[in-house]
């Protein structure tokens, strides 16, 4: 089969391009394609036949070899990572509470023009100094400021 190492050179490169947009959440598509255009390379050199059984039997040890060889790094790349905290520009601003803040007594307040729920670990009175100590979506949390 004279056009098989074409055939084999294409195939991989779809393979690759199947784990790219995949995410590289499978390694079998990465390892195969891999194998597939490393047999296609060996039978465009010579020290392949150009035959069917042995771009079989090549791809197949190939492959295997290669699973074994990138199967720690790639299921390093797959576990999920701790989310980050993003540091937010309001952290350590101040400001004087309108509603009085609690455990439990979670209150609203507009906030530098956007209506925020406030929130605190201590119980706050109306009129006091506060200071932000963390912010997430649509919250703040406040603590009395010294």
């Known amino acids: 089969m004279e056009s098989l190492p074409n055939y084999l050179l294409a195939f991989g490169f779809v393979l690759l391009i199947g784990e790219v947009l995949l995410g590289f959440s499978t390694i079998l598509l990465l390892t195969l394609g891999l194998s597939t255009i490393i047999v296609s390379a060996a039978m465009f050199m010579g020290l392949l036949e150009s035959d069917l059984f042995s771009a079989?039997?090549?791809?197949?040890?190939?492959?295997?070899?290669?699973?074994?060889?990138?199967?720690?790094?790639?299921?390093?790349?797959?576990?999920?990572?701790?989310?980050?905290?993003?540091?937010?520009?309001?952290?350590?601003?101040?400001?004087?509470?309108?509603?009085?803040?609690?455990?439990?007594?979670?209150?609203?307040?507009?906030?530098?023009?956007?209506?925020?729920?406030?929130?605190?670990?201590?119980?706050?009175?109306?009129?006091?100094?506060?200071?932000?100590?963390?912010?997430?979506?649509g919250c703040l949390h406040v603590k009395q400021a010294n």
């Open 56 to 137: 079989f039997i090549a791809t197949a040890i190939l492959d295997a070899v290669l699973m074994a060889l990138l199967w720690g790094p790639m299921k390093g790349l797959q576990k999920d990572k701790a989310p980050t905290k993003v540091k937010s520009d309001l952290i350590g601003n101040t400001f004087d509470l309108d509603i009085e803040v609690g455990p439990g007594q979670d209150a609203s307040m507009k906030y530098s023009g956007v209506l925020w729920k406030i929130k605190s670990a201590e119980r706050i009175p109306k009129g006091e100094r506060v200071e932000i100590i963390d912010a997430e979506v």
